[in-house]
Nanobody
Framework: QVQLVESGGGLVQPGGSLRLSCAVSGSPFNINAMGWYRQAPGKQREVVAAITSDGDTSYENSVKGRFSISRGNAKNTVVLQMNSLKPEDTAVYYC?????????????WGQGTQVTVSS
């Protein structure tokens, strides 16, 4: 069974930084893209940043220049470095990974980690 394990959320003051990590455990077929989503209270879940197996990255407009997504040193890990955090970044952040067995596409989700930006 494939699982995503997230870490690194917490409480930070505006302007501060946090680093989120996500690792895939179990036996996936072939993890390709990985990314981070977030969901604030009363809002829909939105993609924050994503990275392909080739290292191509994409970001939601409001986080460009502040957040950086990268592959971790270990296989099937991803890191989200969040700088210059704002109160509007407060949300539950979810890791997502896409898997492919040659026929079917699978999408896995982490349990979510709370990020709170407040003074």
């Amino acid at each position: 069974q494939v699982q995503l394990v997230e870490s690194g959320g917490g409480l930070v003051q505006p302007g501060g930084s946090l680093r989120l990590s996500c690792a895939v455990s179990g036996s996936p077929f072939n993890i390709n893209a990985m990314g981070w989503y977030r969901q604030a209270p009363g809002k829909q879940r939105e993609v924050v940043a994503a990275i392909t197996s080739d290292g191509d990255t994409s970001y939601e407009n409001s986080v460009k220049g502040r957040f950086s997504i990268s592959r971790g040193n270990a296989k099937n890990t991803v890191v989200l470095q969040m700088n210059s955090l704002k109160p509007e970044d407060t949300a539950v952040y979810y890791c997502n990974a896409g898997d492919y067995d040659g026929t079917r596409v699978y999408s896995y989700w982490g349990q979510g980690t709370q990020v709170t930006v407040s003074s």
